[in-house]
């Protein structure tokens, strides 16, 4: 964790690490990062991923044509709530471009170095969103290898770039170009280095955990789902804030024990001080402000991710116990002195 600001040291006794869930919990609310084949739709990745689980319901990071492979994450049963925060997350690719005559690499190479930074893109006919010039960012643009009219680079993009849109608009300024291969390399925080996995894989854990009873392989697979949340900032609450807010209640600053050094505005996680998300939201405060300040709504909750179990209502109902027992016997002890004070 960095940039971390401390407000008051607390410990958690609501919840379990989310590397300790079990396999039960984790077959409903997880994420599984599919290594994408060419042929089916990212739809479908996810429609496979459901009947291979059992389950309801699962969603994906963001649509990948079916000629494209590589980094799918699918986010399963209670967990596709985190799948809109995936969705505007930077995406990552692998491209072999193909251009249409023979040309010096340092011309291809100061073509591609124009397009690092904001662009105008038309989406291709074939493509999920309506036609219109749009604006997208490229973040970075590297040529890995140009082999005659092929060009491998690698491009860091904001969501909802079209790669293919973007090799056709570089061929128009060297003469013609278009995509010949693609392959996503990461998504958000899901990258290939991230328990990769084809969905043989997944079958494969699912049945050693059920006929085994082999855990190994499906904790492999299945993932936490703030693993999915990786880059967004965190603020970590008391476990008194943690049943309010999992019944979609705004955080309020007396709720946080500590932060990350988050601005008004941002997107924020709120967690547990065991590390498991309560809810997302917006920050209504900066970090310094809440930490300063102390008072005021912190984060307008918009996601709510926890559920309380009945251990944990248990635990919270002795913690309000404690502190009730301790506000009256404070209240009797200062009593007792303004009596004393006053004879």
């Known amino acids: 964790m960095t940039d971390m600001i401390i407000i008051e040291e607390a410990t958690g006794e609501i919840g379990t690490e989310p590397e300790n869930r079990s396999v039960e919990t984790l077959l409903t609310y997880g994420i599984v990062n599919i290594d994408k084949v060419k042929g089916p739709?990212?739809?479908?990745?996810?429609?496979?991923?459901?009947?291979?689980?059992?389950?309801?319901?699962?969603?994906?990071?963001?649509?990948?044509?079916?000629?494209?492979?590589?980094?799918?994450?699918?986010?399963?049963?209670?967990?596709?709530?985190?799948?809109?925060?995936?969705l505007k997350s930077a995406k990552e690719y692998?491209?072999?471009?193909?251009?249409?005559?023979?040309?010096?690499?340092?011309?291809?190479?100061?073509?591609?170095?124009?397009?690092?930074?904001?662009?105008?893109?038309?989406?291709?006919?074939?493509?999920?969103?309506k036609r219109q010039l749009r604006t997208r960012e490229i973040y970075e643009l590297e040529v890995m290898e140009i082999e005659k009219r092929d060009v491998l680079f690698r491009v860091k993009c904001e969501a909802g770039t079209y790669i293919r849109a973007l090799c056709n608009d570089v061929g128009k300024k060297i003469g013609g170009a278009h995509m010949a291969c693609l392959r996503r390399t990461a998504a958000g925080a899901f990258n290939e280095d991230d328990n990769l996995i084809t969905l043989d894989d997944l079958r494969d854990a699912l049945y050693y955990y059920?006929?085994?009873?082999?855990?190994?392989?499906?904790?492999?697979?299945i993932q936490p789902v703030e693993h999915a949340l990786k880059y967004i900032k965190k603020a970590y609450i008391f476990d008194s804030a943690i049943l309010s807010m999992s019944h979609g209640r705004d955080l309020g600053a007396p709720g946080i024990s500590k932060l990350e050094n988050f601005k008004k505005g941002e997107t924020v996680a709120v967690m547990t001080?065991?590390?498991?998300?309560?809810?997302?939201?917006?920050?209504?405060?900066?970090?310094?402000q809440i930490s300063t300040d102390r008072k005021g709504l912190a984060v307008k909750t918009s996601k709510v991710f926890f559920e309380a179990t009945k251990e944990d209502l248990e635990k919270l109902n002795k913690e309000n116990q404690i502190a009730r027992a301790a506000a009256e016997k404070e209240d009797s002890e200062k009593e007792t002195t303004e009596k004393e004070n006053s004879k």
């Open 41 to 86: 739709s990212s739809h479908q990745v996810s429609d496979y991923v459901q009947k291979i689980l059992g389950i309801t319901k699962a969603g994906h990071s963001g649509t990948l044509d079916p000629a494209v492979t590589g980094v799918q994450p699918v986010a399963i049963g209670r967990a596709t709530k985190v799948t809109q925060f995936l």
């Open 273 to 288: 001080l065991k590390g498991e998300v309560v809810a997302v939201g917006t920050a209504e405060m900066s970090a310094v």
């Open 210 to 221: 059920k006929e085994k009873q082999n855990e190994k392989y499906i904790r492999y697979c």
């Open 94 to 129: 692998i491209c072999v471009m193909h251009v249409h005559k023979d040309l010096e690499p340092s011309v291809i190479k100061e073509a591609l170095s124009k397009f690092i930074g904001k662009i105008q893109q038309m989406p291709p006919v074939k493509s999920a969103v």
